[in-house]
């Protein structure tokens, strides 16, 4: 079973700042099935990232996502206000199981 | 737009069965080619990917808890619902009712808000 590692587990950071958010994975994974996930406070996690790269419907172009084999990233370009909060990433494996990280907080 | 809420008690006792019921709205269960999930979030395990079902009649449940979950359907209501059987402390968390893109990228597109189930005596 493949394990997700995120870091930094809190990320703090300013308004207009860029942000740089890891997800290491226990074993190279030769798909494509990482996404990125923003759940903030008594909310659902909103999907934002998916197929590595791929941004979701709706999602503003200044999250972006990158990686292959173990390392991979999620990248918030400027951020704004309504972008802190707790992200994580997700990886599903070729027998049905999904995969979590454990999370990354972006705090102000 | 796709909705789906989650319902069912949000107190349960040990050794019990947790029972809980998604209902969806803005689409029909047996339209399209989706899966919908059940995932829990607690302190202690993170995110955790319950199980699966698709109207095809497929079911799929993480092996970690597959001895103790069932997942069925109701389509005349447009629900589909988790049983876990034996329910302990670590069974207590935020349960979320999911769906997914329908594309395969296995990706949970759509999420009901969650509802909070303790198990506690």
């Known amino acids: 079973e493949i394990v997700l590692t995120q870091s930094p587990g809190t990320l703090s950071l300013s308004p207009g700042e860029r942000a740089t958010l890891s997800c290491r994975a226990s074993?190279?994974?030769?798909?494509?099935?990482v996404a990125w996930y923003q759940q903030k406070v008594g909310q659902a996690p909103r999907l934002l990232i998916y197929g590595v790269s791929s941004r979701a419907t709706g999602i503003p172009q200044r999250f972006s996502g990158s990686g292959s084999g173990t390392d991979f990233t999620l990248t918030i370009s400027r951020l704004e206000p309504e972008d802190f909060a707790v992200y994580y990433c997700?990886?599903?494996?070729?027998?049905?199981?999904?995969?979590f990280g454990q999370g990354t907080n972006l705090d102000i | 737009q796709v909705q789906l809420q989650e319902s069912g008690p949000g107190l349960v006792k040990p050794s019990q069965t947790l029972s809980l019921t998604c209902t969806v709205s803005g689409a029909s269960i047996t339209s399209g080619n989706y899966y919908w999930s059940w995932l829990r979030q607690s302190a202690g395990k993170g995110l955790e990917w319950i199980g699966r079902m698709h109207i095809t009649g497929t079911i799929d449940y993480n092996p970690s808890v597959r001895r103790r979950v069932t997942i069925s359907v109701d389509t005349s209501k447009n629900q589909f619902s988790l049983n876990v059987r034996s329910v302990i402390a670590a069974d207590t968390g935020v349960y979320y009712c999911?769906?997914?893109?329908?594309?395969?990228?296995?990706?949970?597109?759509?999420w009901g808000q969650g509802t909070l189930v303790t198990v506690s005596s």
């Open positions: 074993q190279s994974i030769g798909s494509s099935y």
């Open positions: 997700q990886y599903s494996e070729r027998s049905p199981l999904f995969t």
């Open positions: 999911a769906r997914d893109d329908g594309r395969g990228w296995n990706v949970f597109e759509y």
